[in-house]
């Protein structure tokens, strides 16, 4: 038995005692997924819960909870950061994360106690599955702990999930709610028309093709794609021939237009459907409904997202794919406002200050979409967005520069406590809130911090 589990056993013990239960997690696609795994296996259980949604734990959120004292608060998908605080205020919690953490105890289920990568071996989600294992017959959550992973781009390392993730993937084949394959990686594969597909790939972005119509329906007539009248195929609906002709007259375009091989490599890899959802749908794909989640929780309506993880496919549904277009029309202009304005660069980092007109809970979405189409891959790229009590800050790199040395995690956390703020994260994606007056000064920390970072390896 894995260390791990022995730990979510802890955990689930603790569950089981108490009578009335408070469930707090993160406002993204695995911080919804972490939420519905807990709840739902506290369901089955016959537990009563409570649950509420939170861009980040500060003090004042964590004192309110302390007010209202639940015999038992779970923390998904963050608390890792906090837990002192948690228990200066006496919070009686179990804590389930996967964020770089700030100590121990006996109730804290996260990978990096027991020297697994929380950035890319095991999420919120994946963490909050072991945990709902503990306490019962629940290896059908595995696809959303899928979801969750994959919204948390934990697959994107290496081309597909590893780790205690790949053991979840298992888990998830073996009941039915999960099934894998090698695929083209674009985004939209049960919901697009293939040539927006293609027009929208941000990642790879591919010169020539990404964000040109007439491009992409001419590439897709020349390597000889059928189109029926009005209604465009979607991936879907391809035959094999037809999807193996598409990836090979797409690796020859991006070959002849001289991109490099590392993003070609990126266009195919492993691709997670949930077969107990209907086809054509955005829940059918992991991807696409991470991204479904994530236009929900991140725009205030969290429980919008968390009725859809916990089965809802009427009324909620209904609520989620409209808010799902509003999501997408934010991020083409946020990343065109990042187009349009440019990055500053300096030593160490390269950044944008979108002030207040990109949403400070997508930003981060908008600067790791930015990073391959506008950015410079040898430097981070950190985002700056004003927010009601600061600035927000949020951080993206990529694995070559954390072999170098990167770990944004820290150099946010660091760099923020410096100026009065607080960060933490990943050691290739993070964040931050800083004093609003306080950011020249956090600028200068960080640059001296990251380069300090870089140069250590
Ligand atoms: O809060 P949380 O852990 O859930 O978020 C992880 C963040 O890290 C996500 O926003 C994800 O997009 C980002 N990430 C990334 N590139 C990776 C891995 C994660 O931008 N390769
Ligand atoms: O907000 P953003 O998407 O940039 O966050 C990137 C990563 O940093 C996420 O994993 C998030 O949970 C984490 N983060 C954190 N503390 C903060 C802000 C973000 O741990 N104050
Ligand atoms: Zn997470």
New binding site residues.
């Given amino acids: 038995m894995h260390r791990l589990d022995k730990r979510a056993g802890h955990c689930a013990d603790a569950i089981l005692k108490a009578r009335d239960i408070h469930v707090v997690s ?1 406002i ?1 696609a ?1 911080g919804l997924t972490s939420a519905a795994i807990i709840c739902i296996a506290l369901e089955r259980a016959g537990r009563e819960y409570s649950v509420e949604f939170v ?2 734990l500060d003090v004042s959120i964590l004192e309110g909870i302390a007010d209202s004292n639940p015999d038992l608060t779970v923390f998904t ?2 608390g890792s ?1 906090m837990l002192d605080q948690i228990k200066a205020l006496g919070i009686s919690a179990v804590i389930s994360d996967h ?2 953490p700030a100590g121990d105890c006996p109730t804290h289920l996260n990978p990096h106690v027991f020297n697994i990568n929380g950035a890319y071996e095991i999420s919120g989600a994946g963490t909050t599955f072991l945990l709902a294992r503990a306490l019962g017959d629940n290896n059908d959550l595995a696809g959303l702990a899928v979801v969750g992973a994959v919204g ?1 781009l934990q697959h994107v390392k290496h081309g597909k999930l590893t780790g205690i993730n790949r053991q979840i993937v298992s888990l998830g084949r073996r009941s039915g709610v999960l099934h894998c394959q090698r695929d083209l990686t674009l985004f939209g594969k049960q919901t697009r028309p293939v040539y927006k597909m293609l027009q929208y790939s941000s990642d790879p972005y591919i010169p020539g093709l990404s964000g040109n119509e007439d491009a992409c329906i001419n590439f897709l007539k020349g390597v000889g794609l059928r189109f029926q009248g009005e209604g465009w195929f979607k991936w879907i609906d391809l035959t094999v021939e037809e999807k193996k002709n598409i990836v090979s007259g797409l690796i020859q375009y991006c070959i002849s237009a001289g991109i490099p091989a590392y993003k070609i490599e990126r266009l195919v890899g492993e691709v997670y459907t949930l077969p107990r959802e209907r086809e054509g749908t955005e829940t059918r794909d992991a991807s696409e409904y991470s991204t479904l989640l994530n236009a929900t929780a991140r725009y205030d309506r969290a429980k919008t997202g968390l009725a859809v993880c916990m089965g809802d496919r009427d009324k909620e549904y209904e609520n989620a794919i409209h808010l799902l277009a509003e999501h997408r029309r934010n991020l083409v202009e946020g990343i065109n406002l990042v187009k349009s304005q440019g990055m500053v660069t300096l030593d160490n980092f390269q950044y944008f200050d979108a002030g207040s007109k990109i949403k ?2 997508i ?3 908008v ?2 979409m930015s990073v391959s189409s506008v950015g410079n891959r040898n430097l981070p790229v950190i ?1 700056f967005a004003d927010t009601d009590d600061g600035v ?5 790199g990529n694995y070559d520069l954390v072999r170098k040395g990167l770990n ?2 820290v150099s ?2 660091t760099a ?1 406590q410096a100026v009065g ?6 050691d290739i ?5 800083i004093p609003k007056e306080a950011k020249s000064e956090f600028i200068k920390h960080l640059d001296q911090i990251i380069g300090s970072q870089l140069r250590s390896s």
């Fill in positions: 993160h993204d695995d861009r980040q998908d963050l950061g964020h770089i948390d400070d809970t930003v981060g979405i600067a790791g985002a927000k800050v949020s951080g993206r944004l995690g946010l956390n923020a703020g607080m960060g933490g994260g990943h994606a993070a964040g931050a809130t």
